[in-house]
């Protein structure tokens, strides 16, 4: 499988889905004109990954990283990252080592509290770090 | 003292390139602004704003009550930004609307992200666009009650008004 690679716009992320080191990268500004159009082939080639990894390793040594850096999501962004997040629980379920790391920069923000609701919604323990 | 100044301010039907334009006008002021400050005028202003178009961009196809058209504005006051948006809505639409508007005005900020959780778990593979959860992120966001209004135009459009108070402090 191929890594994806999308750069940011003023106001869409950049997404770095980086298979070989294991790791998926969510950063920016995330209101899409489009937010189907643009959510899809990310959570299209994420889904067959997972279907992948599910079949083909042992899940117990299985490491992956998701990193969100976001300054700015909108409600609907929301729904599609819940998806992202929902491939990889099927390998947290499974055992595998999944981390998510999610940056804010300071605990008032929204973006704080959002990382909160959707750590509970998805039922994924998240690593909430303050933005260096 | 302040006096009330409106410091954005548009009127016609809204879409996503509006939106934009609108976001990076409060942006240049951003910097007389709180960064809290400004980030929650951000959040409440795209999801108004998002809320507004999607009640008249599919649905209203032609309307000529020029004295009903959307409106967004942002007044600045001695203790908080007033956030108002307007728009026609179809009277099919107020109901449901006005059920939403009312459960949140009814809720604590517990009760709310409770319900916001709620939603989202239910609507994480539903066939709808955006899971509908933009008001209650607002409330969420400022933790101040909404005021909000129907105000008849004819048999068939009503004109939505929602305002929103973000504290300075």
């Given at each position: 499988?191929?890594?994806?690679?999308?750069?940011?716009?003023?106001?869409?992320?950049?997404?770095?889905?980086?298979?070989?080191?294991?790791k998926?990268?969510?950063?920016?500004?995330?209101?899409?004109?489009?937010?189907?159009?643009?959510?899809?082939?990310?959570?299209?080639?994420?889904?067959?990954?997972?279907?992948?990894?599910?079949?083909?390793?042992?899940?117990?040594?299985?490491?992956?990283?998701?990193?969100?850096?976001?300054?700015?999501?909108?409600?609907?962004?929301?729904?599609?990252?819940?998806?992202?997040?929902?491939?990889?629980?099927?390998?947290?379920?499974?055992?595998?080592?999944?981390?998510?790391?999610?940056?804010?920069?300071?605990?008032?923000?929204?973006?704080?509290?959002?990382?909160?609701?959707?750590?509970?919604?998805?039922?994924?323990?998240f690593?909430?770090?303050?933005?260096? | 003292?302040?006096?009330?100044?409106?410091?954005?301010?548009?009127?016609?039907?809204?879409?996503?390139?509006?939106?934009?334009?609108?976001?990076?006008?409060?942006?240049?002021?951003s910097?007389?602004l709180d960064?809290s400050?400004?980030?929650?005028?951000?959040?409440?202003?795209?999801?108004?704003?998002?809320?507004?178009?999607?009640?008249?961009?599919?649905?209203?196809?032609?309307?000529d009550?020029?004295?009903?058209?959307?409106?967004?504005?942002?007044?600045?006051?001695?203790?908080?930004?007033?956030?108002?948006?307007?728009?026609?809505?179809?009277?099919?639409?107020?109901?449901?609307?006005?059920?939403?508007?009312?459960?949140?005005?009814?809720?604590?900020?517990?009760?709310?992200?409770?319900?916001?959780?709620?939603?989202?778990?239910?609507?994480?593979?539903?066939?709808?666009?955006?899971?509908?959860?933009?008001?209650?992120?607002?409330?969420k966001?400022?933790?101040?009650?909404?005021?909000?209004?129907?105000?008849?135009?004819?048999?068939?459009?009503?004109?939505?008004?929602?305002?929103?108070?973000?504290?300075?402090?």
């Amino acid at each position: 499988m191929e890594n994806l690679y999308i750069e940011s716009t003023e106001f869409t992320p950049k997404i770095n889905f980086d298979i070989n080191n294991r790791k998926f990268e969510l950063i920016g500004t995330s209101r899409p004109e489009d937010v189907v159009a643009f959510y899809e082939l990310i959570i299209f080639k994420i889904g067959r990954y997972v279907n992948n990894i599910l079949h083909n390793e042992k899940l117990e040594d299985f490491h992956f990283n998701l990193l969100f850096d976001l300054d700015y999501m909108n409600s609907a962004s929301s729904k599609y990252i819940l998806q992202i997040l929902d491939y990889f629980k099927k390998l947290y379920y499974k055992k595998a080592k999944i981390t998510v790391d999610w940056y804010y920069e300071d605990v008032y923000d929204q973006i704080f509290e959002d990382g909160e609701d959707l750590s509970d919604v998805i039922k994924i323990p998240f690593n909430l770090r303050p933005r260096k | 003292m302040n006096k009330n100044k409106c410091i954005l301010y548009y009127k016609g039907f809204f879409n996503y390139t509006i939106v934009n334009k609108l976001l990076n006008e409060l942006l240049e002021q951003s910097e007389a602004l709180d960064i809290s400050v400004f980030n929650k005028m951000q959040i409440v202003m795209v999801e108004m704003l998002e809320n507004n178009y999607r009640y008249t961009s599919n649905k209203i196809i032609s309307f000529d009550h020029a004295d009903f058209f959307p409106v967004f504005k942002i007044i600045d006051e001695d203790k908080f930004y007033r956030l108002i948006a307007s728009n026609p809505i179809k009277y099919e639409d107020v109901n449901e609307l006005k059920e939403h508007l009312e459960k949140i005005y009814c809720l604590g900020l517990s009760g709310l992200r409770k319900w916001y959780k709620d939603i989202l778990k239910d609507e994480i593979y539903s066939v709808k666009q955006s899971p509908g959860i933009g008001l209650i992120r607002i409330a969420k966001v400022v933790r101040n009650k909404f005021k909000y209004s129907f105000q008849e135009i004819d048999n068939k459009f009503l004109y939505y008004t929602l305002e929103i108070l973000i504290n300075k402090k």
